[in-house]
């Protein structure tokens, strides 16, 4: 009540890290100062000291009138408004967004962003390049790109944006990212969903809201941020636990979204702001033995409930493969292919546990993982360009085997 009707807002989403959050807090204050000094502008705090209890849930908000201030700058024609979000337990990153995208809609605000404070090396220029496009040019969905390592985010280029693409026909690169831009009649349409109960949603509500924007009748683009760099805090990065909420979280999108992508075909070209891909080559440390070890070992634990959900064709190509060594090794682009297309059908016909079934990927995941960095260790940017292309055209040509087993009756045993 008290902010009244705003242009911009833009929320700060995190797992209490108050130390951080103030630094996000400072470089959305100064970017708001240099790029928006006639723009009504809020920040929104989800990231306010929580108390221990049972449910995440908000107490309340509080416009915090004592922290509209100007830093060093006195450029800005508006006062920024603050509205710090209390918990009482640390909020989900779903309860955290849809907390955010309520007082979006109160606000009317017409372009809105969410960053997180656990991003190192979050800079005031990122900011503009998410608002812009939405604020100036109408788009609904803005997606980051970034500078990235070319063995850095091998999850989302092997699989995440290949299937995603070949599934909704628009070609997101970082559609599981902790920055991301959306317009008010998304954030609207976002909101009256009743799936914010659902584990995928609360773990990860970006993924699903850019896949809702690519499903439906919204604009969407990318825009470069330049470098992400790694976090230098916190207990460390759990790479099962994130392949799990990940895919998860896309194979829940693909049947809550079937009624779409069965029917037609989407080809839609995404506009990109800046470059679309940028790619450094220093020197990494990455013990690829373990993770072939590992490879080896989970398919060989997991040998009777792969062949529970792989086809049939598909699990004697996996146990052929398990026992070459290293040097002999590779995860055919075909048959990685293929092998998500069958995890993804027994998702939908549910012949398991839906978590237990997408942790048995992980092991054939690592099988893909030590067979791209052995193909792609003398790489350059450009030729791991042409092999992220390839794929996604596989992906794309092995869409109607998709369809065909998401269609297929499961035989029931008698």
């Known amino acids: 009540m008290d902010v009244g009707e705003v242009d911009l807002l833009v929320g700060i989403s995190s ?71 209390k918990f009482t337990a640390p909020p989900s990153s779903g309860v955290a967004v849809r ?51 070319k063995f850095q985010g091998l999850l989302a280029r092997n699989l995440l944006y290949p ?38 949603i609360r773990a990860r509500p970006e993924a699903w809201m850019g896949i809702s924007a690519m499903s439906a009748d919204f604009q969407c683009c ?27 979280s896309l194979f829940w999108c693909i049947e809550s979204c079937q009624a779409e992508w069965l029917i037609g075909e989407r080809s839609e070209t995404v506009r990109t702001f800046g470059l679309e891909h940028a790619l ?19 398919v060989r634990e997991l040998e009777p409930i792969l062949g529970t959900i792989l086809d049939p064709e598909t699990h004697a190509e996996i146990k052929n493969i398990v026992s070459l060594p290293e040097a002999r090794f590779r995860f055919g682009t075909k048959l990685w292919v293929r092998t998500v297309y069958d995890f993804a059908a027994s998702y939908h016909h549910v012949v398991m546990t839906r978590d237990h079934l997408v942790q048995a990927l992980t ?15 003398q790489s350059s940017p450009d030729e791991m360009e042409a092999a992220s292309q390839e794929l996604c055209s596989e992906f794309q040509h092995q869409k109607p085997y998709l369809k065909e087993k998401w269609k297929a009756k499961l035989e029931v045993e008698s």
């Open 99 to 149: 907390t955010i995208l309520a007082a979006a809609d109160l606000l009317r605000a017409r372009a809105c962003a969410v960053v997180s404070p656990r991003t190192a090396g979050l800079s005031p220029d990122w900011i503009p390049n998410l608002l812009t496009p939405i604020y100036r040019d109408k788009f609904d969905f803005v997606a980051p790109l970034y500078i990235r390592h």
């Open 363 to 377: 092991p054939l995941y690592r099988g893909m993982t030590f067979s791209f960095l052995a193909e792609h260790s």
């Open 15 to 85: 797992h209490q890290n108050e130390k951080t959050a103030g630094h996000a807090l400072q470089a959305v204050e100064r970017m708001f100062q240099r790029h928006f000094t006639r723009q009504r502008a809020v920040i929104v705090d989800a990231c306010a000291e929580s108390k221990e209890g049972d449910e995440p849930a908000p107490s309340g908000l509080s416009n915090v009138a004592g922290d509209n201030r100007s830093l060093s700058e006195q450029n800005a024609l508006r006062t920024i408004q603050q509205v710090k979000l």
């Open 280 to 298: 450094t080559d220093e020197p990494t440390n990455i013990n690829r033995g373990r993770i072939f070890e590992m490879f080896q070992s989970g």
């Open 163 to 200: 299937m995603s693409q070949a599934i909704f026909g628009c070609g997101i690169r970082e559609l599981y990212s902790e920055e991301w831009g959306f317009s008010s009649r998304l954030g609207a349409a976002c909101l009256s969903q009743d799936i914010w109960d659902e584990e995928p």
């Open 222 to 248: 990318q825009s470069f941020l330049g470098q992400k760099l790694q976090a230098t805090s916190g207990s460390g990065t759990d790479i099962v636990e994130i392949f799990r909420q990940a895919v998860s």
